[in-house]
């Protein structure tokens, strides 16, 4: 009975990586340049880009692919920036799926206007499980973890903090009101994925969001 | 196609419901009454949990079912509290397993010691979807949302909200740094879940813990 479930789980899985690979295809014919943006609910994600795209990127031109259960608030944010974005909702699947396989990505891509932007953020359900399970066709993993969520989220949730390729320490404003410690917490990160990139920024005042701003450049700038 | 996998989860979901039903049973034949707790990641579940159990129950005997993906964190916080804790981890399956399902649950059942207890508390896996969708066998479901996470988040994750007897606010320590709007969380609770049961609380102070350890002692009592 447990042979019968792993295998059926690996073919999914082998599944989603070849739909994976055709949605990196398009991204490659059209030149886009593609980020999966995870996190837990709430942790801070759709601020962390409205400011970033607020400010815009050096002429590099965006685009959103949106992740929601439910509902359209986020995109609705986002698009009063002038930025392309593009609404997944998964909750006509099981009650709700709780995040984005390459399949849903694909389903969605004739609606994103990939010849009109060169870096594609996909923002995932907010979820610390299963989004890191599913690739989509990415050329980099960024996550969100607010300082409110605990020093522990590396070594309680592993998966997404190991395949993640920059960890954004997010709402550092809170940190004096907080017992959270962040040498604690960068030693647990490390225990799970040592030296992957991190940041401490604060989406509501602004500090530190030009690093993650750096760091899409440099995403969308790779292989040139 | 699309058909097939709608069907393979309704009987997915009515294999749950079954096992859920002996669970449910098994409870009942031990006279123990059981509460689904659950939130996003880093809500705050167990230092509430550490805060309640501390105190004592009023002669009530509590015991508690841990489900992480990984480690034993959460049931090692709690077990110095000299209360019975049991721990699933999810990770043999999928990468580990985002939730808790009923057969997880029965499969733990054995180590908990039903007949020195009256009240198991089983805290989920963190994540604001795929815990929902699954009855483990309980009598009733509180969930756990911090005020650090925003107020959309009934809109964005309404089957977690609707399905909950009692919604606890936690964190209230912050509000005063945060721009959370209680009275509009409140707006969206009541969208999704109209006069649900809530209570706003702060599980790091203390303050107004006392009304979830007297909902624990309602359930503990129902029926009798």
């Known amino acids: 009975m447990h042979r019968t479930k792993v295998r059926v789980v690996e073919d999914a899985l082998d599944a989603n990586n070849t739909i994976a690979h055709a949605n990196r295809a398009d991204f490659d014919r059209a030149t886009v340049k593609v ?3 995870m996190s837990a609910p709430g942790a801070g994600k759709t601020t962390l880009l409205e400011r970033v795209l607020a400010d815009g990127l050096d ?31 998964t909750d006509p699947g099981f009650g709700g799926e709780c995040h984005l396989d390459a399949n849903m990505v694909r389903s969605a891509l004739p609606a994103v206007p990939l010849d009109d932007i060169d870096l594609l ?62 040498d604690r ?14 940041m401490v920024v604060s989406a509501r005042t602004g ?7 750096d760091w899409l450049l440099e995403v969308a700038a790779a292989g040139e």
């Not at 002429?59 to 930025?83: K, M, N, T, W, Y």
């Not at 917490?185 to 991190?198: C, Q």
């Not at 500090?207 to 701003?213: D, H, I, T, W, Y």
């Open 121 to 182: 953020v996909i923002e995932n359900v907010g979820n610390l499980v299963c989004p890191a399970e599913f690739r989509v066709g990415e050329d980099a993993r960024a996550m969100v973890c607010s300082v409110t969520e605990g020093e522990d989220k590396p070594l309680k949730y592993p998966l997404m903090f190991r395949t993640s390729e920059l960890v954004v320490v997010n709402k550092a404003d809170l940190l004096p009101h907080l017992d959270f410690d962040l």
């Open 35 to 37: 980020v999966n943006l």
């Open 59 to 89: 002429g590099i031109r965006p685009g959103v692919l949106e992740g929601d259960v439910q509902g359209s608030f986020d995109a609705d944010r986002l698009s009063v920036l002038h930025v392309p974005v593009t609404q997944i909702n």
């Open 207 to 213: 500090e530190g969001v030009g690093a993650f701003r």
């Open 185 to 198: 917490f960068f030693e647990n990160l490390d225990a799970v994925n040592p030296g992957v990139a991190r």
